[in-house]
């Protein structure tokens, strides 16, 4: 089974600077998906930034990329210029993937609250 | 114009009734699903249906069954309701052909309380 680890439940960082949010995985599937989720207050989970395993380049959305390390099985997401809208839940969520017409169920981890201070 | 929408956004009700939860999404994805999230916002997948098959999660009681009247809409029936069922329930959806990463896209959620 896939697990999904995000080892720190809080972090905060001021405006403008840059904070990374650590997430790892365990998995015996080579081909995969991995993802990063934000759930503001409002509670929408919306889609940050995805990223295929068998692709070596890191994804990037804007201020948002990853630091995808397949042998160690580690997908950490910077934030760049950290905003006060950047204050949400992140959750890291895997994905494995299931081939012809089948799809994988994402399995998330607990989540990093983040808090973007003025 | 929403993408994947759920009725009611909150929901308040006794220990024992049966309540439903509407997910429509119009993003013409053939894959939905339905996610719990609980008091600790942990996320944990209950089901996925598409016109093929149902998955369901073996964690998941039997008071709670999913029912798909269409490729657009997939609807969660909670039977009995228990104090332990309070929770933030997700609807989501994504394409489910082959090929391509196959992200999922998330309704606002139904905050239940079971009271």
């Known amino acids: 089974a896939q697990t999904v680890t995000q080892s720190q439940p809080e972090m905060s960082v001021q405006e403008a600077e840059t904070v990374t949010l650590s997430c790892t995985y365990d998995t015996s599937e080579s081909n995969y998906y991995l993802f990063w989720y934000k759930q503001p207050p409002s509670r929408q989970m919306i889609l940050v930034i995805r990223?295929?395993?068998?692709?070596?380049q890191n994804a990037t959305e804007n201020r948002f990329s990853v630091n995808f390390q397949k042998a160690a099985k580690s997908f950490s997401l910077k934030i760049s210029d950290s905003q006060l809208g950047d204050t949400a839940m992140y959750f890291c969520a895997f994905m494995k993937h299931v081939g012809g017409g089948s799809q994988g169920n994402l399995i998330f981890g607990k989540g990093t609250k983040l808090s973007v201070k003025p | 114009d929403t993408a994947v929408s759920q009725t009611p956004k909150y929901l308040v009700t006794q220990m024992g009734n049966d309540k439903s939860i509407k997910c429509e999404q119009n993003?013409?994805?053939?894959?939905m699903y339905w996610y719990k999230q609980d008091s600790k916002k942990f996320l944990k997948i209950m089901f996925s249906?598409?016109?093929?098959?149902?998955?369901i999660n073996e964690t998941v009681p039997n008071r709670f069954s999913p029912k798909s009247p269409d490729k657009a809409h997939l609807n969660l029936h909670i039977n009995s309701l228990e104090l332990g069922d309070s929770a933030v329930y997700f609807c989501a959806s994504s394409r489910g052909t082959s090929g391509g990463i196959k992200t999922q896209y998330f309704g606002p959620g139904t905050r239940l309380l079971v009271l």
């Open positions: 990223q295929e395993a068998y692709k070596q």
């Open positions: 993003l013409g994805h053939d894959t």
């Open positions: 249906y598409n016109n093929k098959e149902l998955i």
